[in-house]
């Protein structure tokens, strides 16, 4: 974690500006809902890989509890939707559906309830 400011301070979520970052990859991921085949693989792999590395970058500015959680869970969203869409990973005929219904549910578990319980910001060591 960056030393100096408080972690409420640095957290990129806490900014209307830099909070714009989030919605990139959802808005390419959305779009990517519309659009099928390789184009949908692309746009969610990339939109999963940026979400994630987003994410990542969060957790070590500021320490936000989720981000530790939904960095790796969209980066393997972003692996899953890569390989389901080279047809080598076998989800059958809803495995867009699966990729995003289980990334969405986890991500809103790890902002909403497991930050409600434990807290945004873990204790200062």
């Not at 792999?45 to 940026?50: A, E, H, P, R």
């Not at 960095?71 to 899953?80: E, I, S, V």
């Not at 869409?85 to 902002?111: E, K």
Request: net charge positive.
């Amino acid at each position: 974690m960056t030393e100096g400011a408080e972690p409420k301070q640095r957290d990129l979520l806490a900014s209307p500006n830099t909070r714009l970052l989030f919605w990139l990859p959802w808005l390419l991921i959305l779009i990517g809902g519309f659009i099928g085949g390789v184009t949908r693989t692309v746009l969610w792999t990339v939109g999963f890989s940026l979400a994630g590395a987003i994410c990542l970058v969060n957790a070590r500015r500021c320490g936000r509890r989720h981000c530790f959680y939904t960095g790796p869970l969209f980066l393997l969203a972003a692996l899953a939707s890569l390989l389901y869409g080279l047809h080598v990973l076998p989800l059958g005929p809803h495995g867009w559906a699966w990729i995003l219904d289980i990334t969405v549910a986890a991500s809103l578990f790890f902002c909403f309830v497991l930050e409600k319980l434990l807290g945004k910001y873990p204790a200062a060591r």
